[in-house]
């Protein structure tokens, strides 16, 4: 009707500019403006029947109106546009082909990728295609991860593994580059996972004169819940208690009742309800894996309300459960209760073999140079371990995966064994703990040592120390954090553990400590203390390849003798502590994996970290490494050397089938001695990131097109496109005038104007 009335389409009105083809000088056109006034009121004067002045006026009026409108189209108005010449240049066609475009959310069950098959249209039913080939060359390209030829616009799948949009603008910059190109038509969802930024090529498109115009499609209104995140820890003990942290997201679903499902390997082990509240929702889970070796598990957001898109409900994962074996060596200055307690609740500990070297006569100042202190030694392999005390040099120290030490005095130790105590920690990567007692801490004279420097609190200076408050009976506060930690899980839901701590027995005495070093964590403190100015009883860091732990009581033996005889409290928490110190300190032999899960032909780079038995690097290795893929084939991976910022043996591999992946990798010397191995995994399955946050991203593609000069276009309005493109400026364009005289709007005005004039003229009776 518009075009009918007016002549041509509305985009010729909003894109041009109004001229005329005879204009006369004003005053001319207010002189005839004028007689003409002035004629009709002489004319009304003369009238047979008296009439009003309103009654008079209108009448003027609607002459007057009327012969404006002639003299108006004696000018000849023109609406002058820029007008593409026809067939002269090209559009480049994008249309994304990933498989965010198999989302149902266009109305009644559409598809994205069905409703961008109609509007293209086909030989029975033209659509946005034949349009633009009206002014245009068009070349059509699909894109997802890559850009390929479009010869049908019916040949699109929508099974693009991911979304590179700078990729696909990049490549019609670059064939604009050899071909004439007007612009870029964009039809997507705006859903990008590509390592580029858009807007940059989108800026670079306009600098070319080439503006991007981008059809939005799919429902910014779509109802969904999305699992966006897992946060476990990869690799834990046997029978540890994991917590998993899952970052929930959800679009227009807010305090819906959700539940969070664990599987392990296939078998459903734990089901959890959770509120939505808000746009995310952050909720944890804790369970103990049932299996060893390495495990797949999935966690899935089960919903109550249809969604639109499901594949971003669930996250797969893999837990390293190997069961492993660390030796801890336990240094005590004398013998007492808590040496004694920790040793029984280690026992049967299959994971931990404690070595202790516990002190039973101390050389005093008046002895013979012949009088040695005596020492007690449990858990060593041969005689010779431990014969002359703590070790001396690095080899024997790094042979253990954590160090404790009890009550005993920072001058038992040399400098050269303090000095290498620091290494086995920042350097080898163990674990270091100091018990609290009357001669641990500053009470024990590290304050100023080496020693200090791995710890996770300052100490006080060894004047202001004070001495063991043994008499000081309290209940061990457990912060925020603590709460949160593996070390401190009594069990396996929070309120239960939270318990299971209000249940423990009072402690009795602690060392003054200072403040918490930056990075570090403060797992519980004295009930008495001020939150600037805590009381620390217990916090960890980590400390260069390793990780160290401070524990300032001296009592924790009485969590065993006042609980009854079933409860294993404290056993759990010692063999916690012992296999967060130990389990985790790495081999000389070590593999690594940038993630634990890849898609297909994705490339898997396999990091080898080879060292002698000081953990000092070894840069001439040899490595031989076999991926054993799900089908039960095996390959062989070759590694080269690089020393890009820390030396490490580097091999890649590209995974053809989706599964899990077990790595084995073997060392040797250059003369050929087997060093050692590792093992390690992975797994593949194709990729879900296209239905994260796969809502119609418009604000994002707004941007696109505003930065390129170019428009946007909701899916709904994309029947416009065409003709607007038409009439952009560019310079395969020119200017073109449309006369507006014939308009049959014009001659339809005239009309009814006149015949309202000559009705109410008649219902006056005027001739």
């Not at 060894?462 to 001495?467: A, E, V």
Request: proline residues 4%; neutral net charge.
């Amino acid at each position: 009707m518009f075009e009918f009335l007016f002549k041509y389409s509305p985009v010729i009105f909003s894109e041009g500019a109004v001229t005329f083809n005879y204009l006369p000088s004003l005053v001319f056109l207010l002189l005839m403006a004028v007689a003409f006034a002035v004629s009709i009121w002489v004319i009304y004067q003369r009238t047979t029947i008296e009439l009003s002045r309103v009654f008079k006026g209108t009448l003027i009026g609607l002459k007057i109106f009327a012969i404006l409108i002639l003299l108006f189209l004696l000018l000849e108005p023109v609406v002058t546009v820029s007008r593409v010449m026809p067939r002269k240049s090209s559009l480049i066609v994008l249309v994304d082909d990933s498989k965010s475009m198999s989302i149902k959310d266009v109305g009644r069950g559409k598809s994205r990728q069905s409703f961008a098959l109609e509007l293209l249209g086909n030989p029975d039913k033209p659509g946005l295609s034949q349009s633009l080939k009206e002014n245009f060359k068009t070349q059509m390209y699909k894109f997802s991860s890559d850009v390929r030829h479009l010869p049908e616009s019916n040949d699109l799948s929508a099974d693009g593994a991911a979304t590179d949009l700078a990729k696909g603008l990049e490549f019609a910059e670059q064939l604009g580059k050899q071909t004439a190109v007007s612009g870029v038509v964009l039809i997507t969802d705006g859903v990008d996972n590509g390592n580029s930024d858009p807007l940059g090529v989108a800026s670079a498109l306009k600098a070319n004169g080439l503006p991007v115009f981008v059809v939005g499609v799919g429902s910014e209104q779509t109802k969904d819940v999305e699992l966006a995140k897992v946060a476990a820890n990869h690799s834990v003990i046997e029978n540890s208690v994991v917590e998993l942290s899952a970052l929930i997201k959800n679009k227009n679903l807010e305090d819906q009742n959700v539940e969070l499902e664990l599987r392990e390997e296939g078998r459903v082990i734990k089901r959890q309800s959770v509120i939505l509240k808000g746009s995310a929702t952050r909720a944890s889970l804790k369970f103990s894996p049932a299996r060893k070796g390495f495990v797949r598990y999935s966690l899935t957001v089960l919903a109550k309300q249809k969604e639109s898109i499901e594949e971003n409900n669930s996250k797969r994962f893999l837990i390293d459960n190997r069961s492993r074996q660390a030796r801890v060596l336990y240094v005590e200055g004398h013998p007492r209760a808590e040496f004694k307690f920790i040793r029984r609740a280690l026992d049967g500990d299959e994971s931990i073999d404690l070595v202790s070297l516990l002190r039973t006569r101390k050389a005093g100042a008046g002895d013979s140079p012949e009088a040695k202190s005596k020492f007690y030694r449990q858990g060593v392999k041969n005689q010779l371990e431990l014969q002359s005390g703590y070790p001396v040099t690095k080899q024997d120290l790094f042979k253990y995966d954590a160090i404790i030490f009890g009550s005993i005095e920072q001058e038992f130790f040399n400098d050269v064994q303090l000095q290498n105590t620091l290494e086995f920690v920042s350097q080898r990567g163990g674990g270091f703990l100091m018990l609290g007692g009357s001669h641990s801490f500053a009470q024990g004279g590290y304050s100023k040592s080496v020693i200090e420097k791995l710890l996770p609190v300052e100490l006080p200076p060894q004047s202001l120390s004070g001495r063991l408050a043994s008499s000081d009976k309290y209940r061990l506060l457990i912060t925020p954090e603590g709460y949160r930690n593996a070390i401190l899980q009594l069990a396996s839901d929070d309120a239960s553990n939270r318990a299971a701590w209000d249940k423990l027995s009072e402690l009795a005495g602690h060392n003054p400590l200072g403040r918490a070093k930056p990075g570090a964590t403060i797992l519980a403190v004295h009930p008495l203390s001020e939150s600037q100015n805590p009381k620390i009883i217990m916090a960890q860091q980590r400390f260069g390849r390793g990780r160290s732990m401070a524990f300032a009581a001296a009592s924790s033996w009485l969590w065993q003798m006042g609980m009854p005889h079933q409860d294993t409290s404290h056993e759990r928490f010692w063999r916690q502590v012992m296999r967060w110190l130990a389990l985790n300190s790495p081999a000389p032999i070590e593999s690594h994996l940038d993630k634990d899960s890849y898609v297909p032909n994705e490339q898997v780079t396999l990091k080898i970290d080879v060292r002698d038995s000081s953990y000092a690097t070894i840069n001439d290795a040899t490595i031989k490494a076999t991926i054993r893929k799900p089908s039960g084939g095996r390959i062989s991976v070759p590694f080269r050397w690089s020393s890009n910022g820390a030396v490490e043996y580097l091999g890649v591999y590209h995974p053809d089938e989706e599964g899990m992946y077990l790595a084995e990798v073997n060392a040797y010397s250059a003369s050929g001695e087997f060093l050692g191995k590792s093992e390690s995994a992975f797994y593949v399955e194709e990729s879900k990131a296209e239905f994260a946050n796969a809502h119609l991203q418009s604000t994002f593609l707004k941007r696109i097109a505003d930065v390129s000069g170019g428009k946007y276009y909701h899916q709904d309005e994309a029947k416009d496109m065409a003709s607007e493109i038409s009439v952009m400026h560019s310079s395969y364009s020119k200017l073109v005038d449309h006369d507006l005289w014939d308009m049959p709007i014009w001659f339809l005005l005239v009309a009814v104007i006149l015949c309202v004039e000559w009705y109410v003229r008649r219902g006056r009776g005027l001739s």
